[in-house]
């Protein structure tokens, strides 16, 4: 008998490889059982989202019907959910040393060659400075793992360089934090600094796999990794961001892991993850992907976003620019709620372009356009590029904001907040020719402010935006 428990504070309990092999051979046997599938999906529909078990059936569903049931109810829960917003952030590595041996990283310690960089404060300026420029209002920072190059200290200090920066109308309002597992005495730190969301993707829940490709540093502890969620919720960070690297282990075992480990979150502290992200391993200095053997089809890859969607709904979901043009707009329909737009990931990069020969990216971006050419294509779609970072600022963060996402209100706020924060942004950075567009999508939106009295409001508040009189 194995020890399943998802309230456990121990990682081989609420992970727990046992019962990953259970559910892996319960959807295997019932990938043809349409009696479950439509089962499962009139649970789904309930908007209450699913058990890994059941969310696993899903993904390894083969009837091509049920799998047109399962999309097309991704994106009718993605509709309810977050309407047809996509939130818009850019990454920013402040530094890739790193003392860390990941066998998919090109900051891996034994990485000689390629040029190590940590942005001094002066830098971070810049860097912010061309980023406000483009008009981002939110930062993901990313940085490797190394002690003395890269202590906490540094990290808190780059967070307060970054909030104090007022440029023109630029101001950043929300900067999430990507990096390593630390203590829970850390964590408050960070809290105390401000930051939104604390990501830090598992790579792997396989604790095999994972020792293997992370066969030296700190890294290496898989359960001091795997718990690193909890201690960041013990420490008071209400917002946590999960991802799994895909490509490193068999996809199917990766889903029920993250989705466990959102069970997890839930049972321990009564909120799940704010975010999930669904990064896929790309080439990089010397990382070659194509010689990880568990790559997924972009086809694999819609299917879990798919249903990710639909087995926690109120979870926001990210894409970044490792993917193309193509498979974004494939997956935005399916439950991508934040993309990364104009994205560098070298250190340094917005202020001045890198020369190719001292490249110091973390991977290559599949999607190279600007934030201005990637706003003006949500906009052709019709989603709107929001810039709004409100339930940041008036605390709505943590079980409050998923207890509103839960009752599907969060849109009646949101969309009004997404409309004027793009409306500043159209005025303040786009094109000619991404304004008109914009300008035409807001026009359009207002009618879906439900309440007369709020839609005046905004109605006068972007006449304000236009002539810059606005706050
Ligand atoms: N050092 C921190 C940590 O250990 O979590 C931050 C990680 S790194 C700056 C951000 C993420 O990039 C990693 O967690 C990993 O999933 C991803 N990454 C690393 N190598 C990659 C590659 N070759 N292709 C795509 N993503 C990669």
Not at 239 to 248: A, C, E, K
Not at 419 to 427: A, D, F, G, P, R
Request: charged share 25%.
């Amino acid at each position: 008998m194995y020890t399943y428990n998802p309230a456990s504070t121990i990682a081989d309990e609420f992970i727990n490889h046992e019962e990953i092999l259970e559910t892996l051979a319960y959807a295997d046997e019932n990938k043809n059982n349409e009696a479950l599938i439509d089962s499962i999906l009139e649970k789904a529909k309930l908007r209450k989202g699913l058990t890994h078990r059941e969310a696993s059936v899903l993904l390894a569903c083969q009837s091509e019907e049920k799998n047109q049931e399962i999309y097309h109810l991704a994106e009718q829960i993605k509709k309810d959910f977050y309407g047809n917003r996509i939130v818009m952030f850019a990454p920013l590595y402040l530094s890739n040393y790193c003392i860390n041996g990941c066998t998919y990283c090109p900051y891996h310690a034994k990485n000689k060659h390629i040029p190590r960089k940590k942005l001094t404060q002066d830098e971070i300026r810049k860097e912010v400075i061309a980023l406000q420029d483009l008009g981002h209002k939110r930062l993901a920072l990313e940085a490797g793992e190394d002690p003395k190059n890269n202590p906490i200290e540094y990290i808190l200090e780059c967070i307060k360089t970054i909030y104090s920066i007022k440029h023109k109308n630029g101001a950043i309002r929300r900067v999430n934090v990507n990096i390593a597992a630390t203590t829970v005495e850390n964590y408050r730190k960070l809290k105390e600094a401000g930051i939104g969301t604390y990501i830090l993707f598992q790579e792997t829940y396989h604790k095999e796999s994972y020792l293997e490709l992370h066969p030296t540093g700190p890294k290496h502890d898989y359960n001091y990794h795997t718990e690193a969620m909890d201690r960041a919720m013990e420490g008071g960070i209400d917002d946590v961001g999960l991802g799994v690297l895909f490509g490193l282990d068999k996809y199917r075992y990766e889903f029920a892991g993250l989705l466990m480990h959102a069970e997890h979150l839930e049972a321990r502290f009564g909120v799940g993850p704010h975010t999930i992200s669904v990064p896929r391993l790309r080439n990089a200095d010397d990382i070659d992907a194509s010689s990880f053997t568990n790559g997924i089809s972009d086809d694999t890859f819609a299917k879990i976003v798919a249903c990710i969607r639909i087995a926690v709904p109120y979870t926001g979901m990210i894409v970044s620019t490792r993917e193309s043009q193509k498979c974004r707009e494939r997956v935005l329909h399916l439950g991508i709620s934040q993309i990364s737009g104009g994205s560098r990931t070298s250190v340094g990069g917005y202020a001045e372009e890198e020369p190719e020969d001292e490249s110091s990216a973390q991977f290559d971006v599949s999607d190279t356009r600007s934030l201005d050419e990637v706003v003006k294509w949500l906009m052709d779609m019709e989603y709107i590029p929001s810039f709004c970072t409100a339930c940041y600022r008036e605390g709505r963060t943590g079980d409050r904001f998923m207890s509103l996402c839960k009752n599907q209100q969060i849109q009646n706020c949101c969309h009004p907040n997404a409309l004027m924060t793009l409306k500043e942004y159209l005025v303040d950075y786009a094109s000619p020719e991404t304004k008109a567009v914009g300008d035409a999508l807001i026009e359009k939106e207002l009618v879906n402010i439900p309440k007369e009295k709020i839609r005046n409001l905004v109605v006068e508040h972007l006449k304000d935006i236009e002539n810059g009189t606005g706050n």
